[in-house]
């Protein structure tokens, strides 16, 4: 079965702490695809990233970072030096090759000032 | 580049009422999803198009609800007759195909609540 577990239903920081989102997932495909998602408030989902099953290297962008590790199927994100513009649902979603998307129940982030 | 469109942002009916929700891709993306998010859950995917036809409705509860892209490009969801479990948030997201590579850009959603 394909599948997205999110184990952290809601995490609480003050803000500039760092703050690790976890996400496992489940598959019996050998290519398939990870992705990152937030959702603020305003409701509309943005892409954060995508990563390919063939591809572990783990990704930095500003203050995001990955952890990509096939061994314990999970795709972590990291958030460093948080900022109260980071609160929002985080979703990771995993998409098998011409298949559809399933998302995990999200990680709600507060991020306090 | 404009995103994906979706109206109306907010709708508040009756049961046993009927709905439908407009979106519009963004240009030249082949592939349409309509989802529906039910507060604190993620996303459920309800029909896949590619183009005009369908290519995944397995989740779509095809007695009252209905979907269509006649054109290829916007889209058309309905609820009829609507019921109090239909109170979701619906996510219109578009794509360049159905591969993997490509990530879907998502709508702001209709938010839906039946009373």
């Known amino acids: 079965a394909q599948k997205v577990t999110q184990a952290q239903t809601e995490i609480s920081v003050v803000e500039k702490e760092d703050v690790t989102l976890d996400c496992v997932y489940e598959t019996r495909d050998t290519t398939y695809y990870l992705f990152w998602y937030k959702q603020p408030p305003s409701g509309e989902l943005v892409f954060l990233i995508r990563?390919?099953?063939?591809?572990?290297q783990n990704e930095i962008s500003g203050r995001y970072s990955w952890n990509f590790q096939k061994s314990t199927s999970s795709f972590n994100f990291t958030i460093t030096a948080s900022q109260v513009v980071d609160s929002a649902v985080y979703f990771c979603?995993?998409?098998?090759?011409?298949?559809?998307?399933?998302f995990g129940p999200g990680t709600r982030l507060s991020v306090l000032p | 580049e404009a995103g994906v469109a979706q109206s109306p942002r907010y709708k508040i009916i009756e049961k046993r009422q009927s709905v439908a929700f407009w979106c519009n891709p963004i240009s030249g993306h082949a592939t349409l999803y309509w989802y529906q998010q039910i507060l604190g859950q993620g996303p459920k995917l309800l029909i896949q198009?590619?183009?005009?036809?369908?290519?995944?409705d397995s989740q779509l509860p095809k007695d009252r609800f209905s979907a269509e892209r006649l054109k290829g490009v916007d889209s058309t969801l309905k609820i009829q007759p609507a019921k109090l479990e239909d109170s979701a948030v619906y996510l219109c997201?578009?794509?360049?195909?159905?591969?993997?590579?490509?990530?879907?850009?998502f709508g702001p959603g209709t938010r839906l609540t039946v009373t």
């Open positions: 997201a578009s794509s360049w195909t159905t591969s993997g590579v490509y990530e879907q850009y």
């Open positions: 979603a995993l998409r098998w090759e011409g298949q559809n998307f399933v």
């Open positions: 990563r390919n099953s063939f591809d572990e």
């Open positions: 198009f590619q183009n005009n036809g369908v290519v995944d």
